[in-house]
T-cell receptor
Framework: DAMVIQNPRYQVTQFGKPVTLSCSQT?????MYWYQQKSSQAPKLLFH???????NEADTPDNFQSRRPNTSFCFLDIRSPGLGDAAMYLC?????????FGSGTQLSVL | GDSVTQMEGPVTLSEEAFLTINCTYT??????LFWYVQYPGEGLQLLLK?????DKGSNKGFEATYRKETTSFHLEKGSVQVSDSAVYFC??????????????FGQGTRLTINP
């Protein structure tokens, strides 16, 4: 059974049109992360939550926001997607130095 | 900042061949090191890890040894199977605070095993 669930698997949006990606977890982990993985590149941490404490990486663009309404759910909001934001977005949780990843959402920007 | 460099792919081998995927890292401290694997259509999964110098991580026939002197963490398997076809990511833990950690990943190596 999937423990970190990302929906949808594929998301298409238009240039400049806000989009939200969703992640849920059944593991009850305190920490949740969002990573961005562009084609043939390493996954890159955007931000993480410890419970409701939000931690932004210094080089994460302001265009990216996140919400965590409860332990189980976390959302990635891209306010004005550009062509350069097309990527795979990976959600993860962690416990004891082990990360659990979802299958990712592949975002296309037209 | 900390970084990870992996052997470029793709790598194609025949079943039962010996596998090595090279990984080297740059870090200011003594990070934990990891190999993650991503099977087609799935998320990344932890394959193995090592937390200090000379530690050997192992799982599913794969091994990697934390070599501080060469700043390396090469992945090896003695006899690969078709089911090992996947993308392999080397990573280090840049920081670990309050139960959260930042993983710095290499770019991934795609491995294909032919029967």
């Amino acid at each position: 059974d999937a423990m970190v669930i990302q929906n949808p698997r594929y998301q298409v949006t238009q240039f400049g049109k806000p989009v939200t990606l969703s992640c849920s977890q059944t593991l009850n982990h305190n920490v949740m992360y969002w990573y961005q993985q562009k084609s043939s590149q390493a996954p890159k941490l955007l931000f993480h939550y410890y419970d409701k404490d939000f931690n932004n990486e210094a080089d994460t663009p302001d265009n990216f926001q996140s919400r965590r309404p409860n332990t189980s759910f976390c959302f990635l909001d891209i306010r004005s997607p550009g062509l350069g934001d097309a990527a795979m977005y990976l959600c993860a949780t962690s416990r004891d130095e082990k990360l659990f990843f979802g299958s990712g959402t592949q975002l296309s920007v037209l | 900042g900390d970084s990870v460099t992996q052997m470029e792919g793709p790598v194609t081998l025949s079943e039962e061949a010996f596998l090595t995927i090279n990984c080297t890292y740059t870090a200011t401290g003594y990070p934990s090191l990891f190999w993650y694997v991503q099977y087609p259509g799935e998320g990344l999964q932890l394959l193995l890890k090592a937390t200090k110098a000379d530690d050997k991580g192992s799982n599913k026939g794969f091994e990697a040894t934390y070599r501080k002197e060469t700043t390396s963490f090469h992945l090896e398997k003695g006899s690969v199977q078709v089911s090992d076809s996947a993308v392999y990511f080397c990573a280090l833990s840049d920081w670990y605070v309050q139960g959260a950690q930042k993983l710095v990943f290499g770019q991934g190596t795609r491995l294909t095993i032919n029967p």
